[in-house]
């Protein structure tokens, strides 16, 4: 069973940044593609990111260029660089694992994160 712990969540002024982490506990992190979600109050979780087992890269509409993920496979952990932060990106933020980006961005993973509070205020 692979475990997911975000970390990096907090409250930032609206054009700031953060970095959010997402510390896997399986040795096979390699082999997982790896995304990131949020959820806002009262909505649906959406797709924010997500990066293939080889580093290809795909990005929500509303984050692309403004966000960032990576991964770092002899650490066990994927990142989103968060840049140019609006209140709208106010939300839970999760991170998951399955086989394939295509179903990380059909919000089909095989694994969750806790989540972890972005908050940024106007």
């Known amino acids: 069973q692979v475990q997911l712990v975000e970390s990096g969540g907090g409250l930032v002024q609206a054009g700031g940044s953060l970095r959010l982490s997402c510390a896997a506990s399986e040795r096979t992190f390699s082999t997982y593609a790896m995304g990131w979600f949020r959820q806002a109050p009262g909505k649906e979780r959406k797709f924010v990111g997500g990066?293939?087992?080889?580093?290809?890269?795909r990005y929500g509409d509303s984050v692309k260029g403004r966000f960032t993920i990576s991964r770092d496979n002899a650490k066990n952990t994927v990142y989103l660089q968060m840049n140019s932060l609006k209140p709208e990106d106010t939300a839970v933020y999760y991170c998951a694992s399955a086989d394939t980006v295509v179903r990380i961005m059909s919000l089909n993973s095989d694994h969750w994160g806790q989540g972890t509070q972005v908050t940024v205020s106007s």
């Open positions: 990066i293939s087992r080889i580093g290809i890269t």
